[in-house]
C-alpha cells in the first residue's frame, strides 16, 4: 500500500457518480440551451454487471422547449468503436424511456458506454449525455474504517470511537472515483466491485488531524474483501511537549505547536525535564579560534557566543592583530591570516610594531673606496655607504670603483681604477688623484751631450740642457754618447780627424775638437835636405822640394852634412845661383 496527497473535496464530488447523472448540452447551431437529458443505470458503478447474463436497466427523461426530430439511444463497448446496440426514438416519442440489456456471451470484461442524443428540427443535435457501467465476469469487495484517537497517543485502540459520515473516496481501475459515507460503526464498504487496483483515500476535513496514511493502493481479487483504516484526531484536543529552535519547550496542542514553529514531542509528553535538544553555535575566543558549543558551555569556557546554529567555518570570531615582519623588514599589525597571505612572519597576538620588532634584511653596502659590505640599510647609511637592496651580495663586487691618477712605467699617466690600473702594469696613485700635473715617476736614460759626455736623466731634462736622450734605461756605462772629433797630428805630420781617444791611442796629438786637417795644421818633420850647392839645410820634405832640393828624410841631420858637392853644369855666375835659392 503507498500514501498519496488527495484532491480537496469540492473536486471529488465533482468526479463522482452518483445514482443518477444530469448532463445537458447544447447543439452546435443552437444559441442556447433547449433541452436536457437526465439520465441513469442500474447498477451504478462501480457495482458489476455480471458477465455473461447480467442485467443493466437504463432510464433518460428530457425536458425539452424545442420540437424534436429523433433521439437516438447507443451502446458501446470499452473501446467505443463497437456499437452493441443502438435506437432512434422519431418525433415526440422516447421522451422518457426505460431500456434493460443482458450481457450476452463473448464479451470482455471493462466499462461500457451509453450515449443519448436528442435532435431538434430548429437546431439539429441540441443535447447529449453519457453515463457507463461495468462488465465484470470477476468481482470482489473493498472496505473502508475511520477511527477517532481519542486518548491521543497515536495508534487505534480498542477504546477508541468509530467516526460515522465521513467521506471515503474509491479511485477504480478505470479512473472513476466514488465517494461514500461510513456508516454509524464508521465504515463503508463496496461489495461486486471490477477487480484491479484501488486507491482508497479519506478527503480532509478541517478540524482534524490524520494520524497515519490518509491514502492507500489495494488490489482487490476475485472473491476478495480488503479493508483499510484511518485514524484522526481532533484539533487541538491532545498536548505534549512542544521544543524550540532555541531550545525551550511548552505543553502545546500539536497544531498550536506547528503553528508557532515548534516541533511536538507527542501527545501527553512533559516539558520537565526538558526533552528538547538544545542549540549549539560558534564560540569565538580571545585567540580567534572557534568552537561549536551550547551557550553555556561558551560562556563557561570564557567565549562568546555568536547565535543559534551560527557555523565555525567559515570561522565567524574576529581574529586577533600582532606585529607581522616582512622580509623587507618592515613591520605592519595584522591578523595571523593576513600576515600568512601577505607573505609575513606573525610574531604573535598583541605583538607592537613600535619600536620595530623585524629583523632588517641584509644587503651590499658600497662605501666611498668601492669596498663592498653586507649591512643592514640602517647600519649601511650610517657608515655613509649606499646599500644597494635586500639580499644583494658583494661577490662580484657591485660598488662603483673610484677612480685616480695609474702611473705606468714610461711615466705616463691615466685616470682609472686601480683594478684596470694593476691590469696595465701601472701604479695607482690614490682615490681622486689627478694626472694633471703628472704626479708619475718619469724613467730615465742616458743622455749625450755635444762633447760627448753622458749623464743619466729624464727625458725632459736632457733635452732641457741640450743632451741627446739615447731611451729610458739606456745607462752612461759604458758611455754610449758620440765623442767629438778634431784634427790628430802624427809625427810624420799627417793629420787624421778622429775622436781624441783614438788620436792619442794611436800616438797623435789631438789638435781640439771640431779641427780639421784642410789645411794641414800638423807641424811637419824635418830633416837634412842637400841643395843643388852641395849645402845641407834641416827644413821639411816639402820646403826641400821647393828648393829643388833632395831631402834625406826625417831626423837626418847635416852635421855631418851628407850633401855632395854640385856638378857644374851650366855656365851660371854665382850671383845668379845664389838668387835662384834664395
Known sequence: MRTQARMPMNLWKRAAYTALMCIAATSAFAQSRVATITLGRDPEPPFCVTNPGGQVDIFWDIQHTTTPNFVRY??????????????????????NIARSWVVPNGLADGKYWVRVEYWSFQSSNEANAEVTFYVCSESGGLCASKFEDANCNGELDPSDPPVADWWICFETPNDDVICRMTDANGQVCLDNIPVGDYTVSEPQIPGWIPIGPTSYDVTVTAGSQPSVTFLNVRENYCTGACCFYDGHCEVLTENDCVQQGGTYQGNNTPCDPNPCP???GACCFYDGHCEVLFEADCV????????????????????????CCFHDGHCEVLTEADCANAGGMWLGIDAPCDPNPCEQPLGACCFYDGHCEILNEADCAAGDGIWQGIDTLCDPNPCPQPYGACCFPDGSCAITTSADCEAQGGIWQGIDTLCD???????TGACCYADGSCLVSTEEECVMNGGSYYGDGSACDP??????????????????VSTEEECMTGGGQYYGDSTICDPNPCPQPTGACCLVTG???ITTDEDCAGQNGT??????????NPCPPPVATERKTWGTIKNQYR
Open 278 to 280: 538544545q542549540p549549539t
Open 300 to 323: 563557561n569556557a570564557g567565549g562568546i557566543w555568536q547565535g543559534i546554529d551560527v557555523p565555525c567555518d567559515p570561522n565567524p570570531c574576529p581574529q586577533p592583530t600582532g606585529a
Open 479 to 496: 758611455n754610449p754618447c758620440p765623442q767629438p772629433k778634431g784634427a790628430c797630428c802624427y809625427p810624420d805630420g799627417s793629420c787624421l
Open 74 to 95: 447507443t451502446l458501446q463497448d470499452p473501446t467505443r468503436t463497437i456499437t452493441l446496440e443502438t435506437q432512434t426514438y422519431p418525433g415526440n416519442t422516447g421522451l
Open 437 to 443: 700635473p703628472n704626479p708619475c715617476p718619469q724613467p
Open 535 to 537: 849645402e845641407c839645410v
Open 551 to 560: 831631402y834625406q828624410g826625417d831626423g837626418s841631420v847635416c852635421d855631418p
